[in-house]
């Protein structure tokens, strides 16, 4: 069985730094997409950036950018320039190509210090 | 122990029919999230409950989508008179309450993969 596992529960950077949260996932598929959510107070899930298995290239949208390492079932996350209204609760999630099974992390509370 | 467990796994019905979905959270969370995943889309959130507070049933996306929650225990996703685009991966959560403090984290359960024909 899939499993996602974020081994930090709880993160604090500076405003304009980067921090990176980290994600490792164990699977046997070859094929399936990785996710990562932040679920800020109003509870809704925004999507922060997608990466399907068979691409290489790192995603990257604006701020927020992964390193995924395919061999160690690795996809972490980084956010450059933090910003206060990053603060929230992220997730990471997994998404089998096969029988679309989604299985998230338990989060990682990522805190924005002024 | 037993995590978050979701029936049924999977669902295929007509349109125009009604669906329940179940979701057993893990015994002494109070805290439960429904949310809903369509193909190709991100996931949304659809209805949070916590103990015995009024439902936060700010995602809910008509009025034909209702959930219920009996104190602490199980709750009851209906989708009345479905239509295809209900077609999605439908998720419960279940978390103790956090504080400001402290983040109680979300446990997951497999999902309902719901099939509108």
């Known amino acids: 069985a899939q499993t996602v596992t974020q081994s930090q529960p709880e993160m604090s950077v500076q405003e304009a730094e980067t921090v990176t949260l980290s994600c490792t996932y164990d699977?046997?598929?070859?094929?399936?997409?990785l996710f990562w959510y932040k679920q800020p107070p109003s509870r809704q899930m925004i999507l922060v950036i997608r990466?399907?298995?068979?691409?290489?290239q790192n995603a990257t949208e604006n701020r927020f950018s992964v390193n995924f390492q395919k061999a160690a079932k690795s996809f972490s996350l980084k956010i450059s320039d933090s910003q206060l209204g990053d603060a929230a609760m992220y997730f990471c999630?997994?998404?089998?190509?096969?029988?679309?099974?989604?299985?998230f992390g338990k989060g990682t509370r990522l805190h924005i210090l002024p | 122990g037993a995590g978050v467990s979701q029936s049924p796994s999977n669902k295929v019905t007509e349109k125009g029919k009604d669906v329940e979905l179940r979701c057993d959270p893990i015994?002494?969370?109070?805290?439960l999230y429904w949310y809903r995943q369509r193909l190709g889309q991100g996931l949304e959130f659809l209805i949070y409950?916590?103990?015995?507070?009024?439902?936060?049933k700010s995602g809910l996306p008509s009025d034909r989508f209702s959930a219920e929650r009996t104190g602490e225990s199980v709750s009851t996703l209906t989708i009345q008179r479905t239509q295809q685009e209900d077609s999605a991966v439908y998720l419960c959560?279940?978390?103790?309450?956090?504080?400001?403090?402290?983040?109680?984290?979300?446990?997951f359960g497999d999902g309902t993969r719901l099939s509108i024909l």
């Open positions: 959560a279940s978390s103790l309450v956090g504080d400001r403090f402290q983040e109680q984290p979300q446990h």
């Open positions: 699977t046997s598929e070859s094929d399936y997409y």
């Open positions: 990466q399907e298995a068979y691409k290489q």
């Open positions: 999630a997994y998404r089998s190509a096969v029988d679309d099974k989604i299985i």
């Open positions: 015994s002494g969370h109070t805290a």
């Open positions: 409950f916590q103990g015995n507070s009024a439902p936060d």
